[in-house]
């Protein structure tokens, strides 16, 4: 069984992925500050923003606790590119994720009386986070599984 804070870590991510896909789908149509439409983007950009923190803390203390010393040399041993390509990408990818969303969430606040001139860059970004968080899931997945073949059980 995988290791349960690794675990929580990707499915906090998921979750917080799909509260911005739900943020993209919202934006396809003209949104005014009253309609039930707005509390829905601003809470839900708010709890996706939430739930990528919580998930980066996680990864990152992941990271330094255990896959730094045990998961990364067995991942290396196998499958060096995984690593080198996966894991590097998904880093880096993964540090621009809460700042894009605090982006989404602070335009939401302060264009909220006329949301129309923004409409469309905070669908794409919204979009573009949901997009990040699929190929860091897919890493991640890679990552799981080279660890499994050596492990027998990613930590």
């Known amino acids: 069984m995988a290791n349960p804070l690794i675990v929580f870590h990707a499915i906090v991510g998921f979750i917080g992925s799909l509260l911005f896909l739900l943020v993209a789908v919202e934006l396809k149509r003209p949104i005014k500050t009253r309609d039930p439409a707005y509390a829905k983007i601003h809470i839900a950009s708010m709890l996706g923003t939430l739930a990528i923190l919580i998930s980066w803390v996680m990864g990152g203390y992941y990271y330094v606790t255990i896959y730094g010393n045990e998961v990364k040399p067995a991942v290396k041993s196998i499958e060096s590119w995984i690593h080198d390509i996966g894991m590097e990408t998904k880093e880096h990818l993964f540090?621009?994720?809460?700042?894009?969303?605090?982006?989404?969430?602070?335009?939401?606040?302060?264009y909220a009386r006329d949301l129309e001139k923004v409409r469309k860059v905070l669908?794409?970004?919204?979009?573009?986070?949901f997009l990040i968080s699929v190929i860091i899931a897919t890493e991640g997945f890679w990552i799981t599984n080279a660890a499994n073949t050596v492990l027998g059980v990613a930590r």
């Open 95 to 110: 540090l621009f994720l809460p700042f894009l969303s605090m982006f989404v969430v602070s335009v939401i606040r302060v």
């Open 123 to 129: 669908m794409w970004t919204s979009l573009s986070i």
